[in-house]
């Protein structure tokens, strides 16, 4: 996406743009200005297989020495259930047969190394729309226009569906009991989940993901053992969805949504993208992507205290303030919903467009 003098998180129409890439080199099979499904393959590549080993000498109860003697195969290509080594002690004969098919690396103090052999990579586009520049033989950067949320949490990797509002309000609990069939292939949202049986259900019916305002803190290792998408707006614990977000969303139930993201990898906040039809792409270009901050302004809170409150912007200072763990900060004046003030960090805030 391309981002203002402050990272705007959050907005009902966007430009996004978003870059595809191969881990290692290969060939890109789209060119500038083609369109893209989600499901399109626009490049791929070869990946170099694993390095295994297999303990002989443990194998066949004989010395690291005596290894090479015992050995069938010295070097090329093996398959799975070939005969790697063989030994004969008395009446005893052992074999040892391959667990892997690949190349045959070399023998080390007992072990016998094969390396997989290589295994195609496909990248796919991932998000609708064009392409936007072709990156040499690395990959392609895909342009489109949508709605887009970022969360601060979440197992997703990438996941798509088709977005279902299951709860009513931002501060319902998910419950076990209503997800079902019908919920298969969508990503469901909901206010609160506390439940394991929700996710257990969902890994069942075969739900594509889910987003949340909070989760409870236990259930993370749940999400990830699952293989569930699940997208995290407000925070861990039990806090409603905030309402713009929530409001956001329902006003999509139907669409495509496009999950992105997973914080073990340490990049980018995961985030939700809906995009929205190719009708609008004339006006894409025209289209202010993300604006500065300025009074006047709706933003969400996304650190403590505040987490996840709405507040208004009422004053820029313009030099940076000391916030309260002592550290200085360019940031806004806020006034929350209760009529507090407060100095908000410009990357504790989201705007709401």
Same mark, same amino acid.
Request: aromatic fraction near 4%.
């Given at each position: 996406?391309?981002?203002?003098?402050?990272?705007?998180?959050?907005?009902?129409?966007?430009?996004?743009?978003?870059?595809?890439?191969?881990?290692?080199?290969?060939?890109?099979?789209?060119?500038?200005?083609?369109?893209?499904?989600?499901?399109?393959?626009?490049?791929?590549?070869?990946?170099?297989?694993?390095?295994?080993?297999?303990?002989?000498?443990?194998?066949?109860?004989?010395?690291?020495?005596?290894?090479?003697?015992?050995?069938?195969?010295?070097?090329?290509?093996?398959?799975?259930?070939?005969?790697?080594?063989?030994?004969?002690?008395?009446?005893?004969?052992?074999?040892?047969?391959?667990?892997?098919?690949?190349?045959?690396?070399?023998?080390?103090?007992?072990?016998?190394?094969?390396?997989?052999?290589?295994?195609?990579?496909?990248?796919?586009?991932?998000?609708?729309?064009?392409?936007?520049?072709?990156?040499?033989?690395?990959?392609?950067?895909?342009? /489109?226009?949508?709605?887009?949320?970022?969360?601060?949490?979440?197992?997703?990797?990438?996941?798509?569906?088709?977005?279902? =509002?299951?709860?009513?309000?931002?501060?319902?609990?998910?419950?076990?009991?209503?997800?079902?069939?019908?919920?298969?292939?969508?990503?469901?949202?909901?206010?609160?989940?506390?439940?394991?049986?929700?996710?257990?259900?969902?890994?069942?019916?075969?739900?594509?993901?889910?987003?949340?305002?909070?989760?409870?803190?236990?259930?993370?290792?749940?999400?990830?053992?699952?293989?569930?998408?699940?997208?995290?707006?407000?925070? =861990?614990?039990?806090?409603? =969805?905030?309402?713009?977000?929530?409001?956001?969303?329902?006003?999509?139930?139907?669409?495509?949504?496009?999950?992105?993201?997973?914080?073990?990898?340490?990049?980018?906040?995961?985030?939700?993208?809906?995009?929205?039809? /190719?009708?609008?792409?004339?006006?894409?270009?025209?289209?202010?992507?993300?604006?500065?901050?300025?009074?006047?302004?709706?933003?969400?809170?996304?650190?403590p205290p505040y987490l996840g409150q709405v507040a208004l912007?009422?004053?820029?200072?313009?030099?940076?303030?000391?916030?309260?763990?002592?550290?200085?900060?360019?940031?806004?004046?806020?006034?929350?919903?209760?009529?507090?003030?407060?100095?908000?960090?410009?990357?504790? =805030?989201?705007?709401?467009?």
């Amino acid at each position: 996406m391309i981002l203002a003098p402050h990272d705007v998180r959050f907005s009902r129409l966007t430009q996004i743009m978003r870059t595809r890439t191969l881990p290692v080199p290969g060939r890109v099979l789209v060119k500038v200005g083609d369109r893209v499904r989600t499901d399109d393959i626009v490049a791929r590549t070869a990946l170099q297989g694993d390095l295994r080993s297999v303990n002989l000498a443990q194998m066949l109860g004989v010395s690291i020495d005596a290894v090479p003697q015992c050995v069938q195969v010295t070097d090329g290509n093996v398959s799975k259930g070939q005969l790697l080594a063989t030994v004969r002690h008395l009446l005893i004969k052992r074999h040892v047969y391959s667990p892997y098919s690949g190349t045959v690396q070399g023998i080390s103090d007992g072990y016998l190394f094969i390396r997989e052999h290589q295994e195609p990579f496909l990248l796919r586009a991932h998000l609708p729309g064009k392409v936007a520049r072709v990156n040499g033989n690395q990959g392609i950067t895909v342009r /489109s226009a949508g709605a887009i949320v970022q969360g601060i949490w979440s197992s997703s990797g990438e996941h798509r569906g088709v977005l279902a =509002m299951m709860a009513q309000h931002p501060h319902d609990l998910l419950t076990w009991d209503r997800v079902g069939l019908w919920y298969r292939a969508t990503v469901i949202v909901g206010g609160i989940l506390r439940d394991r049986r929700v996710l257990l259900r969902a890994r069942q019916f075969q739900v594509h993901g889910l987003i949340v305002g909070s989760l409870d803190p236990s259930l993370k290792p749940l999400c990830r053992d699952l293989g569930l998408a699940v997208l995290v707006t407000e925070g =861990m614990g039990h806090i409603p =969805m905030a309402q713009p977000i929530f409001d956001l969303l329902r006003s999509h139930h139907g669409r495509l949504v496009v999950l992105s993201g997973d914080t073990r990898d340490g990049g980018d906040l995961p985030e939700a993208i809906i995009p929205i039809p /190719s009708k609008i792409e004339g006006e894409a270009e025209a289209m202010i992507v993300a604006q500065p901050f300025q009074v006047g302004v709706n933003v969400r809170i996304t650190r403590p205290p505040y987490l996840g409150q709405v507040a208004l912007v009422v004053g820029i200072p313009q030099t940076p303030q000391q916030t309260t763990i002592g550290t200085r900060l360019e940031g806004a004046d806020v006034r929350l919903i209760d009529g507090r003030r407060a100095f908000i960090p410009f990357v504790n =805030m989201e705007r709401l467009e």
